[in-house]
């Protein structure tokens, strides 16, 4: 065996302060030689542990066994038998917590890099500008329809029309994605890479129905009385705000509002683009997670003096992937830790002024595990700002369910299904990815797309329920 | 889909636009609103649809030119396509047998209530309208409010039509005059709607704003268009648009609507510049 190298191979990336000031991808990718540097790292265990690790459970050493033997078209074949969007997942899925956290090499080492790896797999397989569409089964003359093109959903399309089945996608916004395009910021996940895979979709044969808001332009009853049966994959789309006093005072967004102006809408880009954004000097941003880090990254890049995160808890407890932290701490986001906002105060003008916040300290445990934080009395403070975002999650968008009758939801207005197959309590209905789970991840939603689309071929093949 | 089939100019400033849009046309009900995106750089602006007839599929929307995305919209022309039409959205208004109902329109809002006010006659109330305007040439769909109103009254601000004053001066006039009034239904603008809801409170007549705050997506994602009423956020796109006008924070929503002043007028001057650039 070659000599253990410690760490991974370095991924390049654009350096922290030139890209604080365009919206352009941050890592560039590996080359080829890095890519077959780092595949050989890979110990190619005879009981890989890295494969429990993975929501869709990828053959991970063997996709990476390719690479190193340099066969990139094989790499990328290998992922795809499991993984429908690679590109995308080597990019934002938590790999810390999945495949890399079991790598054994991580014991002693760091893991291998197997995210990287990914991401090189999918955009090698772009770059050569041809993509393979796999093979089809007869079509079956069945019909299914769609809700949602989130990870969840175009998942699913996907796993059906290989199945021969016709596939009919309705979202509601302009454009498909899901969070994929109106949260993830271009910076982490260019908008190009998710036009490619919707492309790819169509042109297996998927029929996409824009600007279609199920629940309002048609209900999912007068779809079904089209459709042999449907699948929901409708995400979690409705923000939480804090119920504090001045929290509707100008200058204070969603972070789902204020990612969507910039992705969605090209806010950015104003006025060549009409949505409008504010920005701010001085940002606050309450929350911990990916979603936090991509709105504060974000306001330096709209051109915020300074951009703070104001997160609960310590950084220990940060809900966010790792390299989104590293990210962030590296482009100049001021973390405030242990500290809650609890009111805002405005200008004359009624614009937010300044973030009334508590100091916190951490207690026991909660059922999370993780420790509960509770307030400091008497240690408020204000902090001047000109731009809030308010990033402290997101439930499930109650507009399916409150029209589908039948169509039973748990206390945080998520759709309630059977875990195995994605079922509902409605008849032909199923459901997956955040509208299930609530607030989760891409590989998740992808794998409840595909677990889904897996029962839906067989209620359509016994039309069992 | 989504194509303008019909253009109308009311007034200098306010235009029609007939669009087929026959799912959106089969489901609309009055109150309810469309969220459009002109074209790839276009911003998404939502607008009430004023009429939906389902046997031609068409919707009918009637829009004033204020800010760049709405003169932008004036030049389309019959024939061209809208890229995204998006509805019907919102929760259709409250229609029942109320008794003696007064509708009001200020400005533009008279295209709004219009269909509000024809299906609250359609239940058999008592219609009392009253529109107003700046001033004559401003004045909108007074024919069309005639033909569904048992009595109707025109202001205009500068009395160059029927009475000179505001809508609300001509509520109050009526009310004085001891008419029994159940429900009143006011659109316009903010500050219209908030002077119509304080003459109302005192007599404790029930009053229905539609608000109109800035949205994006329409559809409860985002919070842009949260407004307060009664003490608690709402989303206007999915808990309204039409609200108690007595528990409505006018101040609130007034804030709001300037978020953009600045933004606004520069893409204004920016389009003014590259005048004659087309859809
Ligand atoms: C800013 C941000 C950053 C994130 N970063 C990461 C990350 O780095 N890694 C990670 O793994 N996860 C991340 N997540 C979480 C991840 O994006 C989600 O878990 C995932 O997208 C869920 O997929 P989904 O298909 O269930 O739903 P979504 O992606 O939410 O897609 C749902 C789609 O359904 C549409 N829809 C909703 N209602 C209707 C309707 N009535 N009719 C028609 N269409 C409808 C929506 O418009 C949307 O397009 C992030 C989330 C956000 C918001
Ligand atoms: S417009 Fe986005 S929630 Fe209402």
Redesign the interface.
Same mark, same amino acid.
């Given at each position: 065996m070659a000599k253990l190298i410690l760490k991974k191979t370095p991924m390049r990336e654009q350096p922290p302060e030139e890209r604080i000031h365009n919206f352009n991808e941050v890592p560039y990718g590996y080359s080829e030689e890095e890519a077959v540097a780092e595949a050989n790292r890979c110990l190619q265990c005879k009981d890989p542990p890295c494969i429990a690790g993975c929501p869709v459970e990828i053959d991970i050493p063997g996709f990476i066994n390719q690479i190193a033997l340099k066969n990139f078209q094989g790499a990328i074949d290998k992922l795809k038998e499991t993984n429908f969007l690679p590109a995308i997942c080597g990019r934002v899925c938590p790999q810390e917590d999945q495949c890399e956290k079991y790598c054994v090499l991580g014991k002693k080492a760091e893991s291998v890099a197997i995210g990287r790896l990914e991401r090189f797999a999918a955009d090698w397989e772009a770059d050569k500008g041809k993509v393979k569409i796999p093979p089809q089964a007869n079509p079956t003359g069945k019909k299914v329809a769609v809700v949602g093109a989130g990870p969840a959903g175009l998942t699913a399309a996907g796993e059906l029309i290989k199945r021969g089945h016709q596939v009919t996608v309705f979202e509601? =916004?302009?454009k498909e994605g899901g969070v994929l395009v109106y949260g993830i910021p271009e910076f982490r996940l260019p908008k190009a890479i998710v036009a490619r895979e919707v492309d790819f979709l169509r042109q297996m044969g998927v029929e996409f129905v824009? /600007?279609?808001?199920v629940g309002?332009?048609?209900t999912v009853d007068e779809l079904l009385e089209e459709f042999d049966t449907l699948f929901l994959g409708t995400g979690a789309? =409705? %923000?939480w705000?804090m119920?504090i006093p001045g929290?509707? =005072?100008?200058?204070i967004? /969603?972070a789902?509002?204020y990612l969507? $102006?910039v992705n969605l809408?090209?806010a950015y880009l104003?006025?060549?683009?009409?949505?409008?954004i504010?920005r701010g000097k001085r940002v606050a941003t309450s929350g911990g997670g990916n979603v936090a880090m991509d709105s504060a990254r974000t306001a330096l890049r709209l051109g915020a003096e300074k951009s703070m995160i104001i997160y609960r808890r310590s950084r220990r407890e940060l809900p966010a992937r790792i390299e989104e932290i590293e990210h962030a701490e590296e482009e100049g986001v001021k973390f405030e830790f242990l500290t809650l906002p609890v009111a805002y105060h405005a200008d004359k $003008?009624?614009w937010v002024k300044e973030m009334e916040c508590i100091r916190m300290r951490l207690g026991e445990p909660d059922s999370s595990g993780r420790r509960r934080p509770l307030p400091i009395e008497g240690s408020n403070f204000k902090i001047p700002v000109d731009v809030v975002v308010v990033a402290i999650g997101q439930s499930p968008? %109650? =507009?399916v369910p409150s029209t589908t009758p039948g169509l039973e939801t748990g206390k945080h207005g998520n759709i309630t299904t059977d875990v195995a197959t994605g079922r509902t309590s409605k008849k032909a209905v199923f459901a997956g990815g955040d509208i299930a789970t609530g607030a989760a991840t891409v590989i998740l939603a992808m794998g409840a797309g595909k677990i889904a689309a897996k029962a839906i071929n067989e209620y359509l093949k016994t039309g069992k329920w | 889909m989504n194509r303008i089939l019909k253009k109308r100019v009311l007034t200098s400033e306010i235009k029609l636009f007939e669009v087929e849009t026959p799912l959106i046309a089969k489901r609309a009900l009055p109150g309810q609103f469309v969220v459009l995106r002109l074209n790839e750089e276009g911003e998404r602006i939502p607008m009430t649809i004023v009429e939906a007839r389902p046997e031609e599929g068409v919707i009918l929307i009637i829009f004033q030119e204020v800010g760049k995305s709405t003169k932008q919209m004036g030049t389309m022309k019959e024939g061209d396509v809208i890229a995204d039409v998006i509805g019907p959205l919102g929760v259709p208004s409250e229609i029942e047998k109320f008794g003696r109902v007064v509708c009001i329109g200020g400005g533009v809002g008279v295209a709004p209530v219009y269909p509000i006010t024809k299906a609250l006659k359609e239940m058999g109330n008592y219609v009392i309208s009253i529109i107003g305007a700046r001033s004559k040439d401003l004045v909108l769909l007074e024919e069309r409010m005639r033909a569904i109103s048992d009595e109707l009254y025109i202001t205009t601000d500068d009395g160059s039509y029927g009475q000179k004053g505001f809508v609300s001066d001509e509520l109050q006039r009526l009310i004085d005059q001891g008419k029994k009034i159940d429900r009143a239904i006011a659109i316009g603008p903010v500050i219209m709607m908030k002077v119509v809801s304080e003459v109302t409170r005192p007599y404790g007549i029930k009053t229905i704003v539609s608000l109109n705050p800035i949205m994006v997506d329409g559809t409860g994602m985002c919070g842009a268009c949260r407004v307060e009423v009664g003490g608690e956020t709402k989303f206007t796109c999915v808990d309204g648009p039409d609200f108690d006008g007595h528990l409505v924070n006018f101040d609130l929503l007034m804030n709001r609507l300037r978020i953009y002043e600045r933004e606004e007028k520069i893409a204004l001057e920016e389009y003014g510049q590259g005048k004659g650039r087309n859809l």
């Open positions: 509601a =916004l302009h824009a /600007s279609f808001v309002k332009t048609q789309g =409705l %923000p705000f119920q929290e509707n =005072l100008n200058g967004y /969603s789902n509002e969507t $102006r809408m090209k104003f006025p060549q683009y009409d949505t409008p504010v $003008r009624g968008n %109650p =507009l | -």
